[in-house]
């Protein structure tokens, strides 16, 4: 590359000392030079100004699954965390750490000489000092406001508190990626274990994470922070915290990663937002906004085992209908017999880092033959039984429109069993002419919220609705007829570890009769072992226990449901639904309810059953 002209050169020159000169006109923020005023008595006034504040989700057995906003660990001492650790900072990020006064000037004019020879600014000189100031007081400035405020006051902000309390500080409030902050939090997100029992390895990859932590850490790029670790090896050496050989051998040892904790992490994006939400809901209306400490932690129904086994049965699935698929998104929300939702995707980009919209709950989709549930159920509510006798011949909408079979078949005459278990459109619409009301008010009673138009084409589910309160009607169903409502947290903990929050389970609402919950349960099964739902037949084993489900296919291969249930999977059984679409609501290539769906859903059970019994 050519040099830059002598005119460029100056220029730069001019472009970074002009900044600095003109910042120091403007006012230093107060916090910055009188650290110990009435605000700040002590190190930890320090360490807890300008936190934010976030939630750290745990699942249902404690096992961690990710963080939104600012969570932070154990606030930890120098005397508790590992000297290498240290030693792996001052070598990496401000090797003459221990000889300036809070500012290098040495490193100031390395930083100023490359710039000017090179044509860029490469090289930033900030010292550890500064770089705790950016943190704690300065993060908010722009560049050169916070260099001039930094160069004015580092010496006064070192000379206060002290090199080892400017450590302190950095080590618990600087961010790791992965959510987080404090080097506490981070050794227990990556490694599974806390700070002080970190090896040199694990320290030298959370040191060299800092210039970037959400794109080096070890979670998103292995190979990057493997990378990186040896060039904080190579600095300790070079600056005789450790041996050439010590160094080298480390770098040859392979990290042992909390694994579970990563893929967790990467599966429950939805979930986490959603749950995040209702938190800061929750939060509101107790706190306002003066939320007490940095770090609530929330305990919610999530199993991290369960959602492991959705996302593997939604990848392998897709894998194998990719062509069919094209880009279609996937939705699954699984739930246990009183609302618990144990797992949840709410589309193929699982840790939801572009896409945040959770198709499993806020989508409203047609549900197409999922929704002859209610039909059917308004249907034995008046008396009739699976064996009477219902008519599946021709018929047509008032507006001529002929109502389609999707087999093509129009019997004058079949059981209410067989037209539930084939998805008879006609006998549907049938049952539904002049009951219309009575089949909005059966789906009302389960849960179902959103808006029904009482007409004939809730037989054929035209009313768009969610997954998750399609599935918690099922799930209603599966319980033997007690109303269902999914929700997602056991337990919330304020930053001091008191409960502030503790699910109570609402009084039990019938919803249903029991015998007519029995029989719908029957009809389900028989959806399952002769009818629409044939690919989601579950092994023998399985199967005795009790199973059952309905798919639903929307025109033009709109929408693609399958919702059932399984008992005793999972302990007293699981209900899960699946949707699959388009979220244009463009047409798929041929998938219905009982192709795609229904192969998540049987793979999601059998492997639910696998990891839980």
Same mark, same amino acid.
């Given at each position: 590359?050519?040099?830059?002209?002598?005119?460029?050169?100056?220029?730069?020159?001019?472009?970074l000392?002009?900044?600095?000169?003109?910042?120091?006109?403007?006012?230093?923020?107060?916090?910055? &030079?009188?650290?110990?005023?009435d605000?700040?008595?002590?190190?930890?006034?320090?360490?807890?100004?300008?936190?934010?504040?976030?939630?750290?989700?745990?699942?249902?057995?404690?096992?961690?699954?990710?963080?939104?906003?600012?969570t932070?660990?154990?606030?930890?001492?120098?005397?508790?965390?590992?000297?290498?650790?240290?030693q792996?900072?001052? %070598?990496?990020?401000?090797?003459?750490?221990l000889?300036?006064?809070?500012?290098?000037?040495?490193?100031?004019?390395?930083?100023?000489?490359?710039?000017?020879?090179?044509?860029?600014?490469?090289?930033?000189?900030?010292?550890?000092?500064?770089?705790?100031?950016?943190?704690?007081?300065?993060?908010r400035? $722009?560049?050169?406001?916070?260099k001039?405020?930094?160069?004015?006051?580092?010496?006064?902000?070192?000379?206060?508190?002290?090199?080892?309390?400017?450590?302190?500080?950095?080590? $618990?409030r600087?961010?790791?990626?992965?959510?987080?902050?404090?080097?506490?939090? %981070?050794?227990?997100?990556?490694?599974?274990?806390?700070?002080?029992?970190?090896?040199l390895?694990?320290?030298?990859?959370?040191?060299?994470?800092?210039?970037?932590?959400?794109?080096? $850490?070890?979670?998103?790029?292995?190979?990057?922070?493997?990378?990186?670790?040896?060039?904080?090896?190579?600095?300790?050496?070079d600056?005789?915290?450790?041996?050439e050989r010590?160094?080298?051998?480390?770098?040859?040892?392979?990290?042992?990663?909390?694994?579970?904790?990563?893929?967790?992490?990467?599966?429950?994006?939805?979930?986490?937002?959603t749950?995040?939400?209702?938190?800061?809901?929750?939060?509101?209306?107790?706190?306002?906004g003066?939320?007490?400490?940095?770090?609530?932690?929330?305990?919610?129904?999530?199993?991290?085992?369960?959602?492991?086994?959705?996302?593997?049965?939604?990848?392998?699935?897709?894998?194998?209908?990719?062509?069919?698929?094209?880009?279609?998104?996937?939705a699954l929300?699984a739930?246990?017999? *009183?609302?618990?939702?144990?797992?949840?995707?709410?589309?193929?980009?699982?840790?939801?880092?572009?896409?945040?919209?959770?198709?499993?709950?806020?989508?409203?989709?047609?549900?197409?033959?999922?929704?002859?549930?209610?039909?059917?159920l308004?249907?034995?509510?008046r008396g009739?039984?699976?064996?009477?006798?219902?008519?599946?011949?021709?018929?047509?909408?008032? *507006?001529?429109r002929?109502?389609?079979?999707?087999?093509?078949?129009?019997?004058?005459?079949?059981?209410?069993?067989?037209?539930?278990?084939?998805?008879?459109?006609?006998?549907?619409?049938? &049952?539904?002419?002049?009951?219309?009301?009575?089949?909005?008010a059966?789906?009302?009673?389960?849960?179902?919220?959103?808006? &029904?138009?009482?007409?004939?084409?809730?037989?054929?589910?035209?009313?768009?609705?969610?997954?998750?309160e399609?599935?918690?009607?099922?799930?209603?169903?599966?319980?033997?007829?007690?109303? #269902?409502?999914?929700y997602?947290?056991?337990?919330?903990?304020?930053?001091?570890?008191?409960?502030?929050?503790?699910?109570?389970p609402?009084k039990?609402?019938?919803?249903?009769?029991?015998?007519?919950?029995?029989?719908?349960?029957?009809m389900?099964?028989?959806?399952?072992?002769?009818?629409?739902?044939?690919?989601?037949?579950?092994?023998?084993?399985?199967?005795?226990r009790?199973?059952?489900?309905?798919?639903?296919?929307?025109?033009?291969y709109?929408?693609?449901?399958?919702?059932?249930?399984?008992?005793?999977v999972?302990?007293?059984?699981l209900t899960?639904?699946?949707?699959?679409?388009?979220?244009? $609501?463009?047409?798929?290539?041929?998938?219905?309810?009982?192709?795609?769906?229904?192969?998540?859903?049987?793979?999601?059970?059998?492997?639910?059953?696998? #990891?839980?019994?």
């Amino acid at each position: 590359m050519p040099r830059p002209s002598l005119f460029r050169r100056a220029a730069l020159a001019l472009t970074l000392a002009l900044p600095l000169l003109s910042g120091l006109s403007a006012p230093l923020p107060a916090q910055a &030079l009188d650290l110990f005023g009435d605000e700040f008595r002590t190190v930890d006034d320090v360490l807890a100004y300008n936190r934010g504040h976030g939630v750290r989700f745990l699942d249902r057995q404690g096992r961690f699954i990710g963080s939104i906003g600012e969570t932070y660990g154990d606030t930890l001492t120098l005397e508790k965390l590992p000297k290498h650790l240290i030693q792996a900072l001052i %070598a990496k990020e401000d090797r003459r750490y221990l000889e300036h006064d809070g500012i290098d000037f040495q490193g100031l004019a390395r930083a100023l000489a490359v710039a000017v020879t090179s044509g860029r600014f490469s090289q930033g000189g900030s010292t550890l000092t500064q770089q705790t100031m950016k943190l704690i007081f300065l993060n908010r400035y $722009n560049r050169w406001s916070r260099k001039a405020y930094e160069l004015y006051s580092a010496s006064d902000f070192e000379e206060q508190l002290g090199k080892k309390n400017v450590l302190y500080l950095y080590l $618990n409030r600087a961010y790791f990626g992965f959510g987080a902050y404090g080097v506490d939090a %981070a050794a227990r997100v990556f490694f599974g274990k806390p700070a002080g029992k970190l090896s040199l390895k694990e320290s030298a990859m959370l040191i060299g994470a800092l210039p970037a932590p959400s794109r080096l $850490n070890p979670f998103a790029d292995l190979e990057k922070a493997e990378a990186k670790a040896a060039l904080v090896l190579d600095a300790m050496a070079d600056a005789g915290f450790i041996t050439e050989r010590t160094a080298e051998q480390t770098k040859r040892q392979r990290p042992m990663l909390a694994a579970a904790n990563k893929a967790a992490v990467l599966s429950t994006g939805h979930f986490r937002e959603t749950a995040k939400a209702r938190f800061d809901r929750f939060a509101a209306d107790r706190y306002g906004g003066n939320l007490p400490g940095p770090t609530f932690t929330a305990r919610t129904t999530l199993d991290r085992d369960l959602q492991a086994a959705a996302l593997r049965s939604v990848e392998a699935t897709v894998k194998r209908h990719a062509k069919s698929l094209g880009g279609a998104e996937v939705a699954l929300v699984a739930l246990d017999g *009183d609302g618990a939702i144990l797992a949840m995707i709410g589309g193929r980009d699982a840790a939801a880092r572009r896409d945040h919209f959770n198709r499993a709950l806020q989508a409203r989709r047609q549900p197409g033959s999922a929704f002859k549930l209610f039909v059917f159920l308004a249907a034995l509510e008046r008396g009739l039984t699976p064996d009477s006798r219902v008519d599946g011949s021709r018929m047509e909408f008032t *507006d001529g429109r002929a109502i389609r079979n999707f087999d093509n078949r129009y019997p004058s005459s079949l059981t209410l069993a067989d037209a539930f278990a084939h998805s008879t459109n006609t006998a549907s619409a049938r &049952l539904t002419r002049g009951h219309a009301e009575e089949v909005a008010a059966a789906a009302r009673r389960l849960g179902v919220e959103s808006p &029904l138009e009482p007409d004939l084409g809730l037989a054929l589910g035209v009313s768009e609705v969610s997954l998750l309160e399609i599935t918690q009607a099922y799930a209603a169903v599966a319980n033997g007829g007690s109303k #269902v409502d999914g929700y997602l947290f056991q337990r919330i903990g304020d930053p001091a570890g008191r409960t502030i929050y503790s699910y109570t389970p609402p009084k039990a609402e019938r919803a249903i009769d029991p015998q007519t919950a029995a029989t719908l349960k029957f009809m389900l099964g028989e959806v399952m072992r002769d009818g629409t739902g044939k690919t989601a037949r579950l092994p023998a084993a399985l199967a005795k226990r009790g199973a059952g489900g309905k798919t639903g296919t929307t025109n033009d291969y709109r929408d693609a449901w399958f919702i059932g249930f399984a008992d005793g999977v999972a302990g007293r059984g699981l209900t899960v639904g699946v949707w699959v679409g388009n979220d244009g $609501n463009t047409p798929m290539k041929g998938v219905t309810g009982g192709s795609v769906p229904a192969e998540i859903w049987r793979r999601f059970m059998v492997e639910a059953a696998r #990891v839980k019994g």
